[in-house]
């Protein structure tokens, strides 16, 4: 038995090493990130010399990251999804990719590599000026407002906002919690998409012409003091069933609007 007893001990002393060893083959040191810091905008190096930006100070206000850093270092990207950035301008060269989240800018500029993804729960109501490079290939900025080139859809609108002429679709949620009291939609508009309207509660009137066809689910949602006004004599078959999403609650933010007239000319209430 002693002999048994030992050899067991022995076997599973052997296994835990083994896991041991195992585990410690699979796990990566941790990982050691130097950041380094020029005019108040903080930098890590990616490599082969290319820096990326992760930080920008809280007392600075006008944020214009520079191609090139002081010791030879280029700027390639852009990385600010936790930073919560907090400034007057931000300038974006064109030769920078960027990522930005949670963000109060009220001048932005970027460049000819920026993607929309780069917009993630962006504040629209404190942004006054959009500007985008004319060498960016997928988007142009007009009226302050984002546009795809080759779609011509607006993907992203601001409370300064004005929807340009030649605009055909405005995307999901493009205009999503803005505070503007009055927007205007331009008749080569023939789209509206999902909460493209969405919680814009100061929202007071609206016209939709008859080259509106589609119009998809929550695009009014949540604007209570909000008066359509439609060129159509009734609800076109290809708008969402619940386009308004007109529900019978005292709460504001669930009722899709105050009030939809149909068959009225744009001279009529313009």
């Not at 302050?144 to 002429?165: A, M």
């Not at 929202?203 to 060129?231: M, S």
Request: aromatic share 10%.
């Amino acid at each position: 038995m002693k002999i048994l007893s030992k050899f067991l001990c022995l076997t599973l002393s052997v296994c835990l090493l083994f896991a041991l060893t195992s585990c410690d083959n699979n796990t990566d040191p941790e990982e050691i990130i130097e950041v380094i810091y020029y005019d108040g905008l903080g930098y890590v190096l990616k490599k082969n010399n290319n820096y990326k930006l992760v930080d920008v100070k809280s007392d600075i206000n006008d944020v214009r990251v520079p191609k090139t850093l002081p010791n030879g270092g280029i700027v390639n990207e852009i990385d600010l999804i936790e930073s919560r950035l907090r400034c007057e301008s931000f300038i974006v060269p064109d030769n920078v990719t960027v990522c930005l989240s949670d963000a109060w800018v009220k001048h932005l500029y970027i460049g000819e590599r920026v993607d929309l993804d780069f917009i993630v729960n962006f504040d629209q109501n404190r942004t006054e000026t959009i500007e985008i490079s004319e060498t960016n290939p997928k988007y142009y900025a007009k009226g302050n407002c984002i546009i795809e080139k080759e779609t011509q859809k607006l993907v992203y609108g601001f409370r300064t906002s004005e929807i340009p002429e030649g605009v055909k679709i405005i995307g999901v949620s493009a205009f999503s919690d803005c505070i503007f009291e009055e927007i205007h939609i331009p008749d080569s508009v023939e789209r509206i998409e999902h909460s493209a309207f969405a919680y814009c509660r100061a929202l007071q009137q609206v016209y939709i012409g008859e080259n509106v066809k589609t119009i998809l689910d929550c695009a009014f949602y949540g604007t209570p003091t909000l008066v359509i006004n439609c060129e159509a004599d009734s609800k076109p078959s290809g708008w969402d069933s619940e386009w308004i999403n007109k529900e019978k609650d005292s709460r504001p933010h669930k009722q899709g609007c105050k009030e939809v007239n149909w068959g009225v000319k744009r001279d009529a209430v313009e």
